[in-house]
C-alpha cells in the first residue's frame, strides 16, 4: 500500500515489521491501524532469524512460578518481580494466540507438544516451530495473518526518521520514501524496530538494527532505562558471515559442550556447565579465546548423524561454512544478540512520553533484569503485543496538527559507530574505555550527519556503563569487578545523557587547552 497521509491521518502507527510490532497490529483488529517497515515484510527481521523457541510452562511438572524462579534468577536482582509474574502467567495465553495466529509448533507423533531444555531453565518448556527455524515460521504465519486483516495498513520501504511532540505528548511521525519525506499526522505510536546488535562487528542481529526506535524515542525526551545491559551470545558460529549465524542454547540442551582445540571441556567443573546463563557462558568463553584458544561447541556425541534433522538451518549454516557438525566440533565465540535495555515502559507498554508506547526488543519492561533467560524475548513480545494494543485501543486519538517538515539527516549509517561500541560496550569494560567512548560519540551527535542516530543510542549505553560502578549480569567492569550489595535500575534520558557526555569530555580535556 502506498503513504497515503490524507486517508492514514489519525490512526495508530506502529513502527516495525517484526513479530511485537505485528502482533500489536493483530491485537488491534478490528480498529485501523498503520503498520510501517523499511524492508519488505518479514525480511530483515532479528525475528526472522530466531532459532530458539517460546518459554512457556505448558509440561507436565511445570508452573508459571517456576519459569519466574528461574527468569528472575537469570536476571542477577534486576528483574521487576510483577512483570515478570505477569508475563510468566500470560506465557500460556501467548502460545495460545500464537497457534490461533497460524503459527505451527512442533509436535510429536501423538500429537503432543515437544519441549526443549535451555540455559538455566529447570524444566523443559521451550516450544519451537520448524526445528530450529521458529522465527522464519512465526514470521510467515503472522506476515499471512497480518496481510488478511483488512484494518491493518501495511506500507513498506517507509523509514521512520522522527517523532513529533506537541505540548510533551505524540503529535505525528516523519518518515522517508522513495518519493520523499512525508508527515503522518497520529496521536498514537508503537514502537516495535528490535535491538542495537548493528552497533557491534559481531552481531547475531542484521546490521541495520542499530537502535533507531531508541534514537526516535530518546530525542522526543522519552526515559530509557538498563541500556548498559546488553547480551553476548556465548555459541555464534566463527565464521566472517555478517550477521553471524547462531547455534542455538537448544544444542546445548541436547547435550553439546564445549571444548577447545585440544579436546579439553574447560566448562566440565563450573556450576552449570554448558547450561550457566548466557552471561556466564558467554564470560567464559571469551575468557579462553583472549588467552588464545578455539572454542568450538561438540555435539558429535550427544546428536552426531541426527543433528541434520533436529537442526535443519543450524546445519546448513554449518555446511556453508564447509563443515559437518556430525562429525566436526562447530567453531564458536560470543557475539552481541539481544538488548535487555530499551524505551522504559509500564505493564501496559507506555513509555514516559503521552501517546508513545513500545514493544518487544526496543522496550524495557523490566523481565529481563540485568540478563535475559533464554527464550523470554519471543515470549515478552507475544505477551506485550496484546497489552500495548488494549492500551492503544483504549486511549485518545489526539490531536491531529499540520506539521512544517524540517530538514532531515541523511540515511543513518552505524558503520563510524561500530568500533567505539565494540571497544567500550563488550563483554568486558572499564572506565577508561567507557570515558574515551563518550567523548568519541559526543561529536557524532552534535554533527547530526549519518551517525548521529547510531551515537545517540551508544552514547547512552556507554553513560549508563559508565554509572553503573559494579558488574553485575551482562555488565562487566575490570575495574568494578564486585556486584553493589543493593540493585538499582538506570534511568536516562538523552538530556542526561548529553550532560554527562560533556561533564566527561571537559575532565578529559587538559587544563591549559580548556582555557586557551
Same mark, same amino acid.
Given at each position: 500500500m502506498s503513504l497515503q497521509v490524507g486517508v492514514l491521518a489519525g490512526r495508530p502507527v506502529i513502527v516495525g515489521g517484526g513479530i511485537a510490532g505485528l502482533m500489536t497490529a493483530l491485537h488491534m483488529a478490528p480498529e485501523p491501524v498503520v503498520l510501517i517497515s523499511k524492508a519488505p515484510l518479514g525480511l530483515d527481521s532479528s525475528s526472522l532469524l530466531a532459532q530458539g523457541g517460546i518459554a512457556a510452562s505448558l509440561g507436565p511438572g511445570d508452573h508459571p512460578s517456576l519459569h519466574a524462579a528461574d527468569t528472575i534468577s537469570a536476571g542477577d536482582g534486576l528483574c521487576d518481580a510483577e512483570v515478570v509474574r505477569h508475563v510468566t502467567k500470560a506465557a500460556p495465553d501467548a502460545f495460545e494466540a500464537l497457534s490461533r495466529f497460524g503459527v505451527r509448533f512442533d509436535r510429536d507423533d501423538q500429537g503432543a507438544l515437544l519441549l526443549g531444555l535451555e540455559a538455566a531453565h529447570s524444566r523443559r518448556r521451550i516450544v519451537h516451530a520448524a526445528g530450529d527455524g521458529t522465527g522464519r515460521e512465526l514470521m510467515r504465519a503472522l506476515v499471512a495473518a497480518v496481510r488478511n486483516t483488512p484494518s491493518i495498513a501495511v506500507i513498506e520501504g517507509v523509514a521512520a526518521r522522527r517523532l513529533v511532540t506537541h505540548d510533551g505528548a505524540v503529535a505525528g511521525l516523519v518518515v522517508t520514501t522513495p518519493e520523499g519525506a512525508a508527515f503522518l499526522p497520529t496521536g498514537r505510536i508503537v514502537i516495535a524496530t528490535g535491538g542495537i546488535g548493528g552497533l557491534f562487528f559481531d552481531t547475531t542481529n542484521p546490521q541495520g538494527s542499530f537502535g533507531q526506535g531508541l534514537a526516535l524515542a530518546a530525542r522526543a525526551g522519552a526515559v530509557l532505562a538498563d541500556l548498559e545491559f546488553v547480551?553476548?551470545? @556465548?555459541?555464534?558460529?566463527?565464521?566472517? *558471515?555478517?550477521?553471524?549465524?547462531?547455534? *542455538?542454547? /537448544?544444542?546445548r540442551g541436547e547435550g553439546a559442550v564445549l571444548i577447545d582445540q585440544t579436546g579439553r571441556r574447560f566448562l566440565a567443573d563450573a556450576p552449570g556447565g554448558e547450561l550457566a546463563p548466557r552471561d556466564v557462558v558467554a564470560g567464559a568463553v571469551a575468557r579462553h579465546l583472549a588467552k588464545g584458544h578455539r572454542v568450538y561447541l561438540d555435539a558429535r556425541d550427544c546428536l552426531g548423524n541426527i543433528f541434520a534433522h533436529r537442526f535443519p538451518a543450524m546445519d546448513a549454516f554449518c555446511k556453508a561454512a564447509g563443515l559437518d557438525p556430525a562429525y566436526e566440533p562447530i567453531p564458536i565465540r560470543p557475539a552481541a544478540h539481544y538488548h535487555m535495555g530499551g524505551i522504559a515502559v509500564d505493564l501496559a507498554g507506555r513509555s514516559s512520553v503521552e501517546g508513545l508506547w513500545a514493544c518487544g526488543e526496543a522496550a524495557c519492561t523490566g523481565l529481563h533484569g540485568a540478563n535475559r533467560l533464554a527464550s523470554n524475548s519471543l515470549l515478552e513480545a507475544a505477551v506485550f503485543a496484546r497489552e500495548v494494543a488494549r492500551g492503544v485501543a483504549g486511549s485518545e486519538t489526539g490531536t491531529n496538527r499540520p506539521q512544517a517538515l524540517a530538514d532531515l539527516l541523511p540515511p543513518p549509517d552505524p558503520a563510524p559507530v561500530r568500533p567505539i561500541a565494540a571497544a567500550a560496550l563488550g563483554l568486558v569494560r572499564n572506565g577508561r574505555d567507557i570515558t574515551e567512548a563518550a567523548a568519541a560519540l559526543l561529536p557524532m551527535v552534535n554533527h547530526n550527519g549519518p551517525e548521529a542516530d547510531p551515537a545517540?543510542? +551508544?552514547l547512552m549505553m556507554t553513560i549508563a556503563a559508565w554509572q553503573r560502578t559494579e558488574s553485575r549480569g551482562a555488565h562487566f567492569r575490570t575495574d568494578f @569487578? +564486585?556486584?553493589?550489595? +543493593? /540493585? *538499582?535500575?538506570?534511568? &536516562?534520558? &538523552?538530556?542526561?545523557a548529553l550532560q554527562t557526555a560533556r561533564d566527561l569530555a571537559a575532565e578529559?580535556?587538559?587544563? &591549559?587547552?580548556?582555557s586557551a
Open positions: 547480551q553476548f551470545h @556465548p555459541t555464534a558460529l566463527d565464521t566472517p *558471515s555478517r550477521p553471524m549465524p547462531l547455534i *542455538s542454547e /537448544a544444542v545517540i543510542v +551508544a @569487578p +564486585a556486584k553493589a550489595d +543493593a /540493585a *538499582s535500575r538506570t534511568r &536516562l534520558t &538523552l538530556v542526561e578529559m580535556t587538559p587544563p &591549559l587547552a580548556r
